[in-house]
Nanobody
Framework: LAQLVQSGGGAVPPGGSLKLTCENP????????MAWFRQAPGKEREGIAA???????HYSLSIKGRFTISQDHAKNTLYLQMDSLLPEDTGIYYC??????????????????WGQGTPVTMSL
């Protein structure tokens, strides 16, 4: 059962932009890291971006320079601004929170709290 509430996915032409939102209305514990993952069709879920509680971001090489992760502590909300989208960015995007102590930010099995997922597809 998803604990975080996502919005903002959809279809966009290659080269376009989308902004994903992940809200925490029930104020679940988020820990020191929040992250975005995506799962392309037929592939495993991969970590693409994370942000530390103090604001330091981390990015995978596949999206670095095109996507920006940010958070608004006052609104208990995490964002992912996606620009210059490519066909290979297609997939289901998930937000995650509450990284296990000593866990690696890019590992999906290291997070305790998840959003429901939102699809991102390329339109022609």
């Amino acid at each position: 059962l998803a604990q975080l509430v996502q919005s903002g996915g959809g279809a966009v032409p290659p080269g376009g932009s989308l902004k994903l939102t992940c809200e925490n209305p029930e104020l679940y514990v988020v820990g020191d890291y929040m992250a975005w993952f995506r799962q392309a069709p037929g592939k495993e879920r991969e970590g693409i971006a994370a942000i530390e509680d103090g604001g330091r971001p981390h990015y995978s090489l596949s999206i670095k320079g095109r996507f920006t992760i940010s958070q608004d502590h006052a609104k208990n909300t995490l964002y992912l601004q996606m620009d210059s989208l490519l066909p290979e960015d297609t997939g289901i995007y998930y937000c995650a929170a509450n990284l296990d102590d000593g866990g690696s930010w890019w590992r999906p099995d290291a997070y305790q709290t998840w959003g429901q997922g939102t699809p991102v597809t390329m339109s022609l």
